[in-house]
């Protein structure tokens, strides 16, 4: 019988094995066996807590994308509402965190991309996260432009955001995350200079 209160914990420790495996061999080879390994367990506790190692990767992309929800509203809490210059580029920042440009995590991203082309959960997934970011730069864009304007902003900046984000992850350099943001806060101060226009 598991003790009480071992899932947050095991599956914590779980998805923390992923990241590394990921990290140290890629996807395809970051074995159910390897994950176990490296979090200290057996194979059968993966598929007690995850069912597969499809179930392993949705879950902690779902770590990720919370990490990255969290970072952007640590930003964003004490910002003035009407403020979407600074919203902007809080939101930019938030997918430049420390948690989302660590090797572990960019390998795991790029290889959930690649995942979600081919499984129904992790496309659906995808397709949140998608939504969600395209959703919050639009809202903002939208204080200051009309709608249509707002949408093509909106489309423009969350292309621009991934755009940076994957050159930087398949670069083999050390991301530079600043030069990543001023990018794409010079983008949102090119549309948002169209509201004064």
């Not at 420790?13 to 979090?39: C, H, P, W």
């Not at 069912?51 to 949705?58: A, Q, T, V």
């Not at 440009?101 to 390998?107: I, L, T």
Request: aromatic share 6%; glycine share 6%.
């Amino acid at each position: 019988m598991p003790k009480v209160g071992m899932q947050p914990i095991r599956r914590s420790q779980l998805i923390a094995a992923t990241l590394e495996a990921v990290d140290q061999v890629g996807m395809n080879d970051a074995s159910i066996a390897l994950i176990a390994r490296i979090a200290g367990v057996s194979n059968g506790i993966i598929s007690h807590y995850f069912k597969d190692k499809n179930g392993l990767l949705e879950a902690t992309m779902r770590h990720l994308m919370q990490a990255l929800s969290n970072a952007m509203q640590e930003r964003r809490a004490a910002l003035p509402e009407n403020d979407p210059r600074a919203h902007l580029r809080a939101i930019i920042q938030g997918n430049f965190d420390d948690s989302q440009v660590n090797g572990p995590a960019m390998k795991t991203w790029l290889a959930f991309w690649a995942s979600s082309m081919h499984h129904p959960s992790l496309r659906r997934l995808q397709r949140v996260n998608d939504h969600r970011l395209f959703s919050n730069i639009c809202f903002q864009f939208r204080l200051a432009l009309p709608q249509p304007q707002a949408r093509a902003a909106a489309r423009g900046l969350a292309a621009l955001i991934d755009g940076l984000w994957l050159r930087g992850a398949l670069s083999g350099e050390a991301f530079d995350v600043e030069l990543a943001q001023n990018i794409a806060v010079e983008y949102v101060d090119l549309q948002l200079a169209k509201a004064n226009a």
